[in-house]
């Protein structure tokens, strides 16, 4: 019984070493891993926080209305009633949904601005 111990114990000693220096790879690769992990997601927050901001300045009113000017749009007479209703589904005119009984964009407190192209040269509209 001592010499069945005695081996035991002889071939169990050098394979509890080579778990243990197992284990430490392992760790080791994992820790390594982990850093790789940690800098790509700081690199995709970083690159997130860019998108967001450029997002922010091209929807801001002003670069909104700076690119409207570029493509030759100015903003829409909404005196006449015109521009499209988003709140009531159609248009703002006579004759249309929201004449015929659909909710007014404007007396919703929804309004939506309607850019139309700048009139030509020679003062009438575009074509």
């Keep these: 019984?001592?010499?069945?111990?005695?081996?035991?114990?002889?071939?169990?000693?050098p394979?509890?070493?080579?778990?243990?220096?197992?284990?430490?790879?392992?760790?080791?690769?994992?820790?390594d891993r982990v850093d790789?992990?940690?800098k790509q997601q700081k690199d995709l927050l970083?690159?997130?926080?860019?998108?967001i901001g450029q997002i922010a300045?091209?929807?801001?009113?002003?670069?909104v209305a700076e690119k409207a000017a570029a493509l030759g749009l100015v903003p829409a007479d909404n005196?006449?009633?015109?521009?499209?209703?988003?709140?009531g589904g159609g248009f703002n005119?006579?004759?249309?949904?929201?004449?015929?009984?659909?909710s007014d964009a404007r007396a919703s407190g929804v309004g939506v601005t309607r850019l139309q192209a700048a009139p030509d040269s020679t003062g009438g509209p575009a074509q």
Excluded: H
Excluded at 3 to 12: D, G, M
Excluded at 15 to 31: D, K
Excluded at 46 to 51: F, G, H, L, Y
């Design 93 to 102: 005119a006579a004759g249309s949904d929201a004449a015929a009984g659909g």
């Design 1 to 13: 019984m001592n010499k069945i111990f005695a081996a035991a114990l002889c071939l169990a000693v």
């Design 46 to 51: 970083s690159a997130n926080r860019d998108i």
């Design 15 to 31: 394979g509890l070493i080579f778990l243990n220096a197992w284990q430490g790879y392992r760790y080791s690769a994992l820790a």
């Design 57 to 63: 300045f091209e929807t801001s009113p002003a670069r």
């Design 79 to 87: 005196a006449a009633g015109g521009g499209f209703n988003a709140a």
């Design 36 to 38: 790789e992990l940690e």
